[in-house]
C-alpha cells in the first residue's frame, strides 16, 4: 500500500507539473475561444438566415425531387412489370390457343401444345399461382381428350359398320367392271380388233395405290362428266381413326388403342359373317351379305396401309381365315337350300366377283373357287330337275306323229333345230312328213341350252379349255344318262302310250342316237377342244337311247300281247255246236284287222324290230289259242266246234291279211294241236247230235 500510495503521488506530481507548463496556453486558447464565440454567433445567425432563406427555396425543388422519384420508381416497376408480362403472355395465348384447337375437336394440336406448355412456357413464369393452377389442368384435359377420342373411335366403328355395305357394293362393282373389261379387251384381242386401253366403263383409268384403293386418272375432256369412282375414303371418313390413334399414340398408350380397335373390329367381323336366316331366298340377300363382307375387308386394307400397325397383315389375315371358314360353312349351307338354278348361277357369279374382288386386295381365295366346284355340283342338280320338267312337258304335249312340213321354210326350220339328213326324203315334193315326231327337235334343243346353260356356270372360273369341256360332257352325261333316260322310261311305262306312240318313240329315240354325234361338234365348237385329246370324256347319249328303244320294245311286246288277250278273251266257241257257221269268229276278224293296222305301222320300225314284234304277237296267239284247247275246264269238243276252230286257223295262217308278215307260221303251231284230238274220244267231241243228246 506504501508503494502504490507513494507511486500515486509520483504521478500527481507529474500531472500538475505538466498542467503547469500548459497552463498558459491553456488561458490564451481560452482568450482566443471568447474572442470566437462573438464571431460564432454572428456567423451562426447568417448561417440560420441563410438556411431559413435555403430551405424556403428548396422545398420546390424538394416536392420536384419526390415526385421524380416516385416516377422513376413507377418507372421501375413498369419496366418490371412488362418483362414479366412479356414471360406470361406467351403462357397465355397458349392456354388460349389450346381452349381453341379443344373447342374446334383439333386434339392431336391440343396435345402438342400441351407439350410445349409444360416444356417450355410454364416452368418460366411457374412462380404464379395461375401458371400452377394451368400445370394442375393439364392431366384433367388430357384425359378428357383421350374420352373423347375413343368416344371419336366408337362412333368410326359404328359407322363403317353401317357404311360397310356401300363401300363392298362400290368395291363389287368396280372387280365387275374390271372384269368385263377384260373379257372385252381379251376378245378383241382374239378377234384381231384390239384398241386403245379403257380401263373402265366410265373412260377412267383405275390404278392401285399402295393401299389398294382405286386412284382415278382422267382420260379426255369428255369423260369429265361421267361419274366419279368413289373409294373407301370417298364414303367413310377415317380421320376419327387417324386423330385417336395418334393422340394415343402422344399420350404413350398406343397399345391400348390398339388392341381396343382389333378387338372392336373381331367382334364386328362375327356379326358380318352371321347371314339372314331367308338369304337364300332371293339373290339380293346373297348380295348384301357379300357386300357387307367386302366392305369390312376393303376397309381393314386401308387401315393396313394408311397406319403404321395399327393392324398388321398377320391380324388381317386371321380375320380373313376365320371369315373364310365361316363364310363357306355359310354358303354351303343356304345354297343347298337352292332349287332354282337361275338363282344358283347368279350366286356363282357373286362368289366370283366376290372373291375376285377380295384377291385384289391380297386376301387367297383359292378356297372360294374350290367351293364353287360343290356350288356346281348344285347347280347341275337344279338343272337336272328343271330340264326334266321339260323334258316331261315336252312328252306330254307330243303328238307322236311325224312332223308334217307344207313347205321348204317350214322345213328348213326344222332342219335347223334339229340335224336331219335323209336324201330320198329331201327328194319327195311338198307336202312331206319327216319321220320324228315333234318332240325330238325340242329335246335336241333343250339338251343344247342345257349345255349353254352348264357353261355359264363354267365361266370365270378360272379354269382352262380342257376342264371347261370335261365339265359340259360330264353334266350332259347325266342329263342323258339319268334325267333324260328316266323320262323315258317314265313316258313309255304310262299306260295312256299305246302302240302307235311306242312306235314313234322308238323312231325318235332312233334319231336322237344319231343326233349325239352333233352334240359331240357342239361342245367340241364352244370350249375349242378337239375330241382326239386324251382325257377328253364322251357322251353317253348312244347307250341311253338304245336302253330306252329297248324297253320301248319290250313295251310293245307287253301291249301287243294284252291287246291279243282282250280279243281273246271276246271268244265265245259253242264247243257242242252241231256245224260251223262257215265263216270264220268275227273276234278274230277283229284281231286279224287290229294285226293289219298295227303291223302296218311297224314298217317305219327297223326290220329286226318288226319282225321280232310280229313274232312275239304270232307265238303268243299259238299260245293263247292252243291254252283254249287244252283249258282243263273244257270237258267235250263236238265236230262242229273242232270245224270252227279250224276255220279260225286257217284264217290266221292266210298270208293275205297281214301281208305276209308272220302270221302264216301260226299254222305250224296250231295244226298239231288239231290233229292230236282224237274223234273216237267221246268226252271232247261227237259225229252226231244223238251221240251228243246221250253224252250229255
Known sequence: MEKLDARIRNHDREIEKMCNFHHQGFV???????????????????????????????????????????????????????????????????????????????????????????????????????????????????????????????????????????????????????????????????????????????????????????????????EEADEEILTAQDLVDFSPVYRCLHIYTVLGDRETFENYYRKQRKKQARLVLQPQANMHETVEGYRRYFNQIVGFFVVEDHILHATRGLVTRAFTDELWNMALSKIIAVLRTHSSYCDDPDLVLELKNLIVIFADTLQGYGFPVNRLFDLLFEVRDQYNETLLKKWALVFREIFELDNYSPIPVETEEEYKLVVSRFPFHDAEIEKQDFPKKLPMSQSVPQIYTQVKEFIYASLKFSESLHRSSTEIDDMLRKSTNLLLTRTLSSCLQNLIKKPHIGLTELVQIIINTTHLEQACRYLEEFITNITNVSPETVHTTRLYGLSTFKDARHAAEGEIYTKLNQKIDEFIQLADYEWGMAESDGRASGYLMDLINFLRSTFQVFTHLPGKVAQTACMSACKHLSTSLMQMLLDTELKQISMGAIQQFNLDVIQCESPGPVHGVGLVNVPCRLWPAYLQIPESEPSHCSGSTGEDEGHQ
Open 28 to 222: 490564451d486558447a481560452i482568450t482566443e475561444l471568447l474572442k470566437v464565440r462573438t464571431d460564432a454567433e454572428k456567423l451562426m445567425g447568417q448561417v440560420t438566415d441563410t438556411n431559413r432563406r435555403l430551405q424556403e427555396a428548396g422545398r420546390e425543388v424538394t416536392a420536384q425531387t419526390e415526385e421524380v422519384i416516385r416516377c422513376r420508381i413507377q418507372q421501375r416497376n413498369m419496366a418490371t412489370t412488362v418483362e414479366k408480362l412479356q414471360l406470361c403472355i406467351p403462357v397465355l395465348e397458349m392456354y388460349s390457343k389450346l381452349k381453341e384447337q379443344l373447342e374446334s375437336k383439333r386434339y392431336y394440336a391440343a396435345l402438342k401444345t400441351m407439350g410445349q406448355l409444360e416444356k417450355v412456357y410454364i416452368p418460366r413464369v411457374s412462380q404464379y399461382r395461375f401458371c400452377q393452377i394451368m400445370a394442375e389442368n393439364l392431366p384433367r384435359l388430357r384425359e378428357e381428350i383421350k374420352e373423347i377420342s375413343m368416344s371419336d373411335l366408337k362412333d368410326f366403328l359404328e359407322s363403317i359398320r353401317k357404311h360397310s355395305d356401300k363401300v363392298g357394293e362400290t368395291a363389287m362393282r368396280q372387280a365387275q367392271q374390271h372384269r368385263t373389261f377384260n373379257s372385252a379387251v381379251a376378245k378383241q384381242a382374239s378377234m384381231g380388233h384390239y384398241t386403245k386401253p379403257v380401263y373402265s366403263l366410265n373412260g377412267r383409268t383405275h390404278t392401285h395405290t399402295h393401299n389398294g384403293l382405286m386412284m382415278d386418272h382422267d382420260t379426255g375432256d369428255e
